[in-house]
């Protein structure tokens, strides 16, 4: 008999309007029950764990410098964490229980999908986005679900438009007036003779965005602005306002008549945009990018703190695309580090055993065969 509490059991309490840990404690200390409730509506409660489920679900640990779910009818979140806390390796990565009581499933689904869209989770990726998929889409709101639903539903990550970049690179600009001692009213970047314009670059942040933008990022979302005395342009859009409040931005474009307004918050070279459309976390791409910050390409980067319990290659050997090179153990899981291209293991840095943290390079896969003198200088 398993006499724990399931970690659904907010459902059970919301439908049948009961305590019960109250009532556990009551049954231990022999006081009598009275009988539940009839079941009342529906309950729906979504896990909001610190996790990629576009990397096969890897555990993510580190600061949640925001963590703000919006009030709504019948919600109730039973949370672990508070904006600024760590998420440490040691512990489960599960955020916060978000549970909705609603009068029907359709009410309770929409209700918790709402508000999960309008949170502020920054700092970590979570499976936010794909909970709200899931709470909206038809096949599970007509219950026509089956175990293998996520495997057949795989999660799309939501990908930054280059208004989310525009945002971001305004409100860096704020910041930086906003930081000046001399000539404050004066926009960032405005020119008496417009010679080129000011250029921003991001790469988006992902499980392991922070170091291989340190790295310099193929790719990135570039954005060209102008400053001007009345404010900034940028081409294709109209930049209706920009203000501060409390550390936070609030950018509103104008595109084909149609304003939006982007709410971004700076934490270090990391900024995180929300919008009508989702949420994006888009990393500053450095205009020059410091030799002690530099990886040689074909690294590969321990995605989180952890311990090393398996090598399955040694220097020197050729590897497929995929190939596992190492096994990580981190979260109570064990998280294989795949080779990123077919060549040769020129660098193995760990052993078994080791402890790594996030960002620190494992191993290096490069694309030409070692050379017989190389592996005697090793």
Do not use: C
Not at 51 to 73: H, K, N, W
Not at 137 to 152: H, R
């Amino acid at each position: 008999m398993n006499t724990r509490l399931q970690v659904e059991h907010p459902v059970t309490e919301e439908v049948h309007g009961v305590d019960l840990v109250a009532l556990q404690i009551a049954v231990a200390e022999g006081r009598p029950v009275s009988p539940a409730a009839a079941p009342a509506g529906h309950a729906i409660e979504a896990r909001l764990y610190a996790e990629d489920p576009v990397a096969d679900y890897q555990p993510q640990s580190g600061i949640l410098t925001t963590f703000e779910i919006p009030a709504a009818p019948g919600l109730r979140v039973d949370a672990g964490f508070e904006s600024g806390n760590e998420v440490s390796t040691f512990y489960d990565a599960m955020l916060a229980k978000v549970v909705v009581h609603a009068p029907s499933r359709e009410q309770a689904a929409r209700t918790l999908a709402g508000a999960l869209a309008r949170a502020r989770i920054h700092g970590l990726v979570t499976n936010r986005d794909q909970l709200v998929a899931v709470l909206r889409d038809p096949l599970f709101l007509a219950g026509d679900v089956g175990t293998a639903y996520l495997d057949e539903h795989p999660p799309t990550p939501a990908e930054p438009t280059g208004d989310h970049a525009v945002a971001a690179a305004l409100a860096l600009a704020e910041r930086d007036r906003l930081a000046r001692t001399v000539q404050q009213g004066i926009p960032v970047a405005w020119r008496n003779v417009v010679s080129q314009p000011q250029v921003t670059r991001f790469t988006r942040s992902s499980a392991q965005g922070r170091a291989r933008a340190r790295a310099g990022a193929d790719d990135p979302l570039t954005v060209e602005w102008y400053g001007r005395r009345d404010g900034y342009a940028v081409d294709g859009l109209t930049v209706v306002s920009t203000g501060a409040t409390d550390g936070r931005w609030r950018i509103t474009l104008e595109r084909d008549g149609l304003a939006t307004s982007y709410d971004v918050r700076v934490t270090g070279d990391r900024v995180d945009v929300d919008a009508p459309t989702g949420h994006v976390s888009l990393t500053v791409v450095p205009r020059f990018t410091d030799p002690a910050d530099a990886v040689a390409s074909g690294s590969l980067l321990a995605p989180m703190p952890g311990t090393v319990v398996a090598v399955r290659v040694e220097k020197g050997d050729a590897v497929e695309a995929g190939a596992p090179v190492l096994v990580l153990e981190a979260m109570k899981m064990q998280h294989t580090v795949a080779a990123p291209h077919a060549g040769s293991v020129t660098e193995m840095s760990v052993r078994a055993g080791d402890q790594v943290a996030a960002g620190e390079v494992l191993a290096v896969v490069s694309t030409g065969s070692t050379s017989e003198g190389e592996e005697g200088d090793a």
